[in-house]
């Protein structure tokens, strides 16, 4: 093959990105039965990618203020640009505070405001619009989803922004509806479209940090008999998801419990055809991973997300990488057609108002004023810099095919994503398209092979 047609760039936690030689890599003869091959790309396809992203929160608003206007720029390029090195497509931000907000609010605190006429996102105008529009201007295609992690404090019981549940009464539903309708038509209003809305960040995350549980049952009938309607009365094409579902944890423990009730959220909400025919797709992160490959088996129709990276402790290691390595390989092969990292960036140690230290992609630190790529950032390039929406992923087989994930892009180029996990050099030997290649695997790492 010629140089142009074959490219391949490794990771090590020494060399974090390196577009390996040509030379490097062998042709294998071709074989009668392929006994050499452990990888072999297959004409299966499967879901369509709609492609890869963050969470805008306003502490990674402050930490990318520490930058000059150059590197600022330099980032922001970075991440959103179509021609950058992560070049995002679809990102999520909060409706009202997440727990990486300076501190707590909803968009309207007014106490029995039932007709929302005191909704405002003056807050938001402050941070959040300005940091959405700096990326919008580098790709207006990307699209935006939103979530609550807590409605207004009034609405809730006990009254207050952490723990708690939505208080059930049907002035109460009819309220919150209306709120969210007020949201996307205030961003609207700002010029940005939300493509999206998720009923709830973690419905089962009861926390010191904003947070609402609810139940299976409570998410079905607010969405068909509130949030669903609402919609339709307002003349929204915001599409509704069934998420952020978390599913609790312990999950082993939680399922002992519940017998046969693997997933009290989405087939509760999705049996119901009137819940149903409002929801377009599921968003799952965190234990959620133990759910989704069912609900994708009942509900193959519908789109999936993950919409939460599982984000660490603040040390931002290259052992935690490769377990975050292994979440995206796992999201992809049961379905998602989308996976969201969660801060993008942050000051060092990453640590939340509230007191929890988190990792991000990138770490500003305010001293020196400098943006420094942690390993989770080349593990999302890896996966995100050679792809784009409309690919389709693509059928795998052999040895190789537990730590890889493959799709084919509409120019027809096969990108395939693979780690090496061992503690040794491993060989890659790959069938794609009936063309036989050898890769040299550096131990502990992490690849792209793009194959045109």
Request: glycine fraction near 6%.
């Amino acid at each position: 093959m010629h140089k142009h047609e074959l490219q391949w760039f490794s990771s090590t936690e020494d060399l974090p990105w390196v577009e390996e030689l040509i030379d490097q890599i062998s042709l294998l003869p071709h074989t009668a039965d392929g006994a050499r091959v452990n990888l072999t790309v297959t004409s299966e396809t499967f879901q369509i990618l709609e492609g890869f992203g963050g969470c805008f929160n306003e502490l990674g608003f402050t930490a990318l203020a520490h930058l000059s206007d150059q590197d600022r720029e330099t980032v922001m390029h970075a991440l959103f640009h179509p021609e950058g090195e992560q070049r995002f497509s679809i990102c999520r931000l909060p409706i009202g505070a997440s727990d990486y907000a300076l501190d707590w609010y909803s968009l309207n605190e007014q106490d029995g405001d039932y007709a929302m006429e005191h909704f405002s996102i003056e807050r938001d105008q402050l941070m959040l619009i300005p940091y959405i529009k700096e990326a919008l201007a580098l790709n207006p295609d990307l699209k935006l989803f939103a979530s609550p992690w807590s409605p207004p404090t009034w609405m809730k019981f006990p009254k207050s922004y952490n723990y708690g549940t939505l208080r059930w009464e049907p002035e109460i539903l009819e309220a919150y509806a209306l709120y969210f309708v007020k949201f996307v038509e205030a961003y609207r209003a700002e010029g940005i479209t939300i493509h999206q809305v998720h009923v709830q960040n973690e419905v089962v995350a009861d926390q010191k940090f904003p947070s609402c549980v609810w139940t299976g049952e409570q998410l079905r009938v607010f969405i068909r008999d509130y949030l669903g309607p609402a919609f339709v009365q307002h003349n929204l094409d915001t599409e509704i998801w069934l998420g952020t579902i978390n599913a609790p944890e312990p999950w082993d423990e939680w399922l002992k419990k519940k017998s046969t009730d693997y997933d009290a959220f989405a087939s509760v909400v999705l049996s119901d055809p009137e819940a149903y025919k409002y929801v377009k797709g599921v968003g799952y992160q965190w234990a959620g991973k133990h759910a989704i490959q069912r609900t994708v088996q009942s509900y193959p129709e519908l789109r999936y997300m993950q919409t939460e990276n599982e984000c660490g402790d603040g040390e931002n290691t290259w052992f935690y990488a490769k377990y975050i390595f292994n979440l995206y390989q796992h999201y992809f092969m049961n379905g998602v057609n989308a996976y969201i990292y969660w801060n993008m960036l942050l000051e060092p140690r990453g640590r939340s108002t509230w007191g929890w230290e988190q990792n991000s992609m990138l770490t500003i630190d305010p001293a020196v004023g400098q943006a420094v790529r942690n390993p989770e950032y080349y593990v999302m390039k890896h996966f995100s810099r050679f792809t784009s929406p409309g690919a389709v992923r693509v059928g795998l087989k052999g040895p190789w095919s537990g730590n890889a994930v493959a799709f084919k892009g509409t120019d027809g180029r096969i990108t395939l994503v693979i780690s090496n996990p061992f503690d040794e050099q491993r060989t890659l030997n790959l069938n794609s398209n009936s063309s036989l290649h050898s890769f040299v695997l550096a131990p502990q790492s992490f690849h792209t092979i793009v194959l045109n």
